[in-house]
């Protein structure tokens, strides 16, 4: 749910309402537009990639919830960030926006916030549900007015695995899903390092590796060629994880 507070964040009030950029964009317009047709013939097209995840309650609340792949990013500045609470840690919104801008983990707590119990798949095979609140990612975007050419959000990671960094990337349909949100905080607590502190996306029509933890950088990108090996993740790029991972 969405509880409203009248913090500002970043260069000015984030809003719920609609950004003009936003709709603008040629992929939202195509999104607005079959929703359009589809209230219109069947109710089936707009729920496809629209619909919620379901969601569960708190007594559904894994017990223990796994930590994978990396439990930590390791890099000097990372751990200079971690051992002061993330305090000057800021997180940076750029690439294809006209109003670029960086947000601490105050004014990230201080925005909108959304609560959700949900269920990380993970294609190694486990499940585990837990409580995530956070900012909704739509937001931040509309207050950075997202430019009309962007089709992807590109979440820029502090971990790596041998050198090479973990980053991972979405397309405007699940960027601006209502489930999608970054969160700071797990079953109620401030998100531990092993989750992905200071922040980790959540995008919960998505399979585990979806969820980038230890996010530093979303980037908005008219097309994933030339990011890192070009197939919009760590993974993809090197096994056969697809892109699309919805579930
Ligand atoms: N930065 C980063 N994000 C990541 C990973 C990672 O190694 N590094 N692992 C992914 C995988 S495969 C899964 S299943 C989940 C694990 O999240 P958890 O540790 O909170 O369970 O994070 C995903 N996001
Ligand atoms: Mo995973």
């Not at 089936?44 to 796994?66: G, H, I, K, M, Y």
């Not at 949900?118 to 950075?144: F, N, Y």
């Not at 990337?169 to 401030?190: E, F, K, R, V, Y």
Request: aromatic residues 8%; contains cysteine.
């Amino acid at each position: 749910m969405i509880s409203r507070r009248n913090a500002l964040i970043g260069v000015g009030a984030l809003t719920l309402s609609g950004c003009d950029a936003v709709t603008r964009s040629p992929t939202v317009r195509k999104i607005l537009t079959l929703g359009e047709k589809a209230t219109l013939t069947s109710q089936r097209l707009v729920t496809d990639r629209n619909a919620l995840a379901p969601e569960f309650t708190r007594a559904d609340l894994s017990p223990r919830f796994r930590v994978n792949g990396n439990s930590t990013a390791t890099s000097a500045e990372y751990l200079a960030h971690a051992a002061n609470g993330f305090t000057d840690w800021k997180l940076e919104i750029g690439g294809k926006v006209a109003r670029p801008f960086s947000l601490s983990l105050a004014q990230l707590r201080a925005a909108p916030q959304r609560t959700q119990i949900t269920r990380q798949d993970c294609v190694e095979g486990w499940s585990a549900i837990g409580e995530w609140t956070g900012v909704p990612l739509g937001l931040i975007l509309r207050q950075a007015q997202v430019l009309a050419s962007a089709q992807y959000i590109v979440f820029h990671c502090a971990d790596d695995f041998s050198g090479v960094p973990y980053y991972e990337s979405i397309d405007m349909i699940d960027a601006l899903h209502p489930q999608t949100i970054l969160a700071h905080t797990m079953n109620g607590q401030p998100l531990p390092i092993g989750h992905g502190a200071p922040i980790r996306l959540r995008v919960e029509r998505a399979l585990g590796y979806k969820q980038a933890k230890f996010v530093m950088r979303i980037e908005a990108v008219e097309s994933l060629a030339g990011i890192h090996g070009g197939g919009g993740g760590f993974w993809e790029d090197r096994s056969d994880y697809q892109w699309f991972a919805g579930i």
